[in-house]
């Protein structure tokens, strides 16, 4: 009988999280921000960096001009590198290295709609490269209070 009691109760119990999750405002908004960020990311960013975020070829090299290509925002590039807050204030903009040809989105595109763009630059990472995102965005934040 307590038996029944319990599993009753943990089913009901996972109902309810179920359905929270799929209520407006709740997991539902992540996927939405993930959904958007992809196509934005596609609209306005893949052009340079790559539909996966590979980048061009020979990034690290300025080409003849002196511009360097555009880096990968995979492991293998530096993106990962920077804090949030560094990101979304290149994307806004324009590159920040010397002879970067990154025009800067800040008149076409929201605060949100960067953030989301960003959000996706993050599933080309592997667990390593989030968590040391993760750790230096933690890090710009202590720093700048």
């Known amino acids: 009988m307590v038996t029944s009691f319990i ?27 993930a959904t958007m960020g992809k196509a934005l990311y596609e609209q306005n960013c893949a052009s ?9 070829p020979d990034w690290k090299t300025p080409g003849e001009n002196g511009v360097y290509p555009a880096p990968p925002h995979t492991a293998e590039g530096h993106t990962w590198h920077h804090p949030d807050q560094h990101l979304l204030e ?4 324009g ?18 709609e960067m ?17 040391f995102q993760e750790l ?7 720093s700048s209070d």
């Open 7 to 33: 599993r009753m109760l943990v089913l009901g119990i996972s109902a309810i999280v179920l359905i929270a999750c799929n209520l407006p405002g709740m997991a539902g908004s992540a996927n939405s921000e």
């Open 115 to 131: 953030a989301a763009i960003l959000t996706h630059i993050k599933t080309f990472w592997g667990e390593r490269e989030l968590e």
């Open 48 to 56: 340079c960096h790559g539909i996966d975020g590979e980048g061009q």
């Open 90 to 93: 290149n994307m806004a903009n």
């Open 136 to 142: 230096v965005t933690k890090q710009y934040i202590e």
């Open 95 to 112: 590159g920040a290295m010397p002879n970067s040809t990154m025009p800067g989105f800040g008149e076409q595109l929201s605060e949100e």
